[in-house]
C-alpha cells in the first residue's frame, strides 16, 4: 500500500506518546513537580500530536469528529473513544504529580495507563483485522505495536535496564513478523480465480488490463517496493529502532541527554519501519489487475 506520511507520523508518535504516559501512570518514573510536567509534556505532545496529524490524511480533516460514532463496528472509532478517554483520565493523576502534594489514587494512574495501552491496541486493530491484506492479518501486529509503545516509551522515561531488554524483545518480534509477513500473501491462497470468483471453472487469466493508465486503487493498494530497497531498510530500521538505542543506554550514563538521543534514534528506526509496514502490505484488490505479492 502506498505509505501516507500522516498515517505514519500518527502511528509512530501516537504510540510512543501513549506508552510514556502508560510508564507514568504506574509511577515510573517516581517524579513530581517539573519533571513531571517535563514526563508528561512529551507523553501528552507526542500522543496528541500524532492524533492530530492523523486528520490530515481525511479529505476534510473537519470530519474527524464523526469518528466517534461509530463504536459499535469500528476499531478506528474505538481508538478514537479510547484515546480521548485515556487523556482525560491521566490528566488529574498528572496535575496531582504536578502541582499538588501527596501521592494520587493509584487506581487512577492505573486506569489511564491500561486506556493508554487500549488505545494503542485499537490502533493495531485498525489493521490487523483486515482479512484483504495478510500481512498485517496477525497476531504479531497488535504485538508489535503495543511493544514499540512501551518499549520507547521506557527509554524516553528514563529506563536503561527495561528499555534494552524491551528493545531487543522488540526487534526479535520485529524480525520474526517480517519473515512470516512475506509467505502471508501466498499463503493465504488469495488468487485471480478467488478474487473472480471464476477459480472453480479453471485458472482464469487477465485478457489485458482493464485501463491503460494508472488509478486511485493502484496507486493506493497496489503501491510496490522493491525487494533490494526493502531490504536496505530493514536494516536501516533494526540499527535505528534496536541495535543503536540499546548501545546507547546501556554504554552512557543515566542522564536525561542520553536518554532523548536513544528516544530520538528509536524514533528514526521506527519512521523506517513503519513506512515498510504500509509499503509491504499486499492487498488482494491488487489481483484484479493482474499483480501478485511484490
Known amino acids: 500500500m502506498h505509505p501516507a506520511p500522516s498515517v505514519i507520523v500518527f502511528t509512530s508518535l501516537s504510540g510512543l506518546g501513549f506508552g510514556i504516559l502508560a510508564w507514568l501512570g504506574l509511577g515510573i518514573p517516581d517524579v513530581a513537580g517539573r519533571a513531571a510536567f517535563a514526563m508528561y509534556f512529551l507523553g501528552y505532545g507526542l500522543a496528541v500530536g500524532g492524533l492530530i496529524a492523523s486528520t490530515l490524511h481525511l479529505g476534510k480533516p473537519a470530519n474527524a469528529r464523526k469518528a466517534f460514532s461509530q463504536w459499535r463496528t469500528s476499531w478506528l472509532s474505538r ?120 477459480g472453480k471453472t479453471g485458472v482464469p487469466r487477465q485478457l489485458e488490463s482493464p485501463h491503460s493508465g494508472t488509478n486511485y486503487l493502484l496507486d493506493e493498494m497496489g503501491y510496490r517496493v522493491g525487494r533490494k530497497h526493502a531490504s536496505k531498510l530493514r536494516a536501516i530500521g533494526a540499527l535505528l529502532g534496536f541495535a543503536l538505542p540499546v548501545l546507547i543506554v546501556i554504554a552512557t550514563p543515566p542522564v536525561p541527554v542520553w536518554f532523548a538521543l536513544a528516544g530520538l534514534v528509536h524514533l528514526a528506526g521506527v519512521f523506517a519501519i513503519r513506512w515498510l509496514f504500509f509499503a509491504e502490505a499486499e492487498h488482494v484488490v491488487s489481483l484484479y489487475y493482474g499483480r501478485t505479492a511484490a
Open 79 to 198: 481508538e478514537a473513544v479510547i484515546a480521548v478517554m485515556a487523556l482525560l483520565v491521566v490528566a488529574p493523576f498528572a496535575i496531582q504529580r504536578i502541582f499538588l502534594t501527596g501521592e494520587p489514587p493509584l487506581w487512577l494512574g492505573f486506569a489511564g495507563s491500561v486506556l493508554c495501552l487500549a488505545t494503542v491496541f485499537a490502533t493495531s486493530m485498525i489493521y490487523a483485522q483486515l482479512r484483504t491484506v495478510p500481512r498485517w492479518n496477525h497476531p504479531l501486529t497488535p504485538v508489535l505495536f503495543l511493544g514499540y509503545s512501551v518499549a520507547g516509551g521506557a527509554v524516553l522515561s528514563g529506563q536503561p535496564g527495561t528499555g534494552a531488554v524491551l528493545l531487543v524483545f522488540v526487534g526479535a518480534v520485529q524480525i520474526m513478523a517480517w519473515s512470516i509477513g512475506d509467505k502471508r500473501f501466498a499463503a493465504s491462497g488469495s488468487t485471480l480465480g478467488t478474487a473472480t470468483g471464476l
